[in-house]
């Protein structure tokens, strides 16, 4: 079985003609946090304080407002699937994704948020065409809603060997 690997999902470049700042509101309300689609950032904290230093091109430099404004756009034309199915999670935006090499030449996915318990997995089992979101919770060892994955004891398995996360045994 395979091993995790860091997972450099990558968002279309934004070219210069998105060199441009754009308000937006703070979800929780109050600030107000300026966006930029080509240099990438986001003034929120956020961003300055835990995505700013990863790469462009990086899922995990998106902040909900990076991803709010480039979803605004309408376009489906960054990434491939797999990249698209983890940008728009309503679980994410995650800090740190994984991927790990599965049977048949998929490839299953792993993200994760420093502020939140759940591990979200994505994967798609033999005949499932697109890909599905799993939460786990290590701690307790459950499945969100009971959802449990295809092939579980594999992922299980895989799952004991992240590398930045510590699954007790
Ligand atoms: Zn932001």
Redesign the pocket.
């Known amino acids: 079985m395979g091993q995790w690997k860091p997972a450099l999902l990558s968002i279309a470049p934004f070219g210069k003609n998105y060199n441009r700042d754009i308000e937006v509101e703070s979800r929780t309300g109050g600030g107000r946090?300026t966006?930029n689609l080509y240099s990438y950032t986001?003034t929120?904290p956020?961003?300055t304080e835990r995505r700013a230093m990863r790469p462009i091109g990086d899922l995990g430099r998106s902040?909900?407002?990076?991803r709010d404004a480039v979803l605004s756009l309408d376009s489906d034309a960054f990434g491939d699937e797999l990249t698209r199915v983890i940008f728009k999670s309503p679980h994410g935006p995650y800090e740190r994704i994984w991927f790990a090499p599965v049977s048949g030449g998929d490839v299953m996915a792993l993200g994760m948020r420093s502020d939140k318990p759940w591990l979200s997995l994505f994967y798609r089992g033999g005949s499932e065409k697109s890909y599905t979101r799993y939460g786990y919770h290590p701690e307790e060892k459950r499945w969100a809603y009971d959802s449990v994955p295809p092939e579980v004891e594999m992922i299980l398995g895989l799952l004991k060997s992240v590398p930045d996360i510590s699954l007790n045994e």
């Open positions: 946090y966006v986001c929120c956020d961003f902040c909900k407002h990076l």
